[in-house]
Nanobody, 123 residues
């Protein structure tokens, strides 16, 4: 089992950038695909991005394409989410999750969740 801890959230202004980190502990981190999701108050959880085990393949939700970039450093057991040109509608709690395939991770069929980190974007 892999344990995940998110960090890097905060309060920023529209147009700013922020980088979130998802640090993993436990065994075989490099075997897992890692996804980022977000949930705003009163809203359903939304898929943000996913990266495969090697870092060679990534996919994004339509609302963040071109603004967010997911990457990973398996030597540091960490996945990053670089968020640029932030908008007020990006305000949410961001979670990372580990899954055995990219498609299952995207569909929230995951084996482990982090506790979340809050991002607030003011206009």
């Amino acid at each position: 089992q892999v344990q995940l801890v998110e960090s890097g959230g905060g309060l920023v202004q529209a147009g700013d950038s922020l980088r979130l980190s998802c640090a993993a502990s436990g065994r075989a981190f490099s075997y897992y695909n890692i996804g980022w999701f977000r949930q705003a108050p009163g809203e359903e959880r939304e898929f943000v991005a996913v990266i495969n085990f090697s870092g060679a393949i990534a996919d994004y939700g339509d609302s963040v394409k071109g603004r967010f970039t997911i990457s990973r450093d398996n030597a540091k057991s960490t996945v990053y989410l670089q968020m640029n040109d932030l908008k007020p509608e990006d305000t949410a709690v961001y979670f990372c999750a580990a899954g055995v395939t990219m498609e299952r991770t995207r569909r929230v069929d995951v084996i482990s969740w982090g506790q979340g980190t809050r991002v607030t974007v003011s206009s």
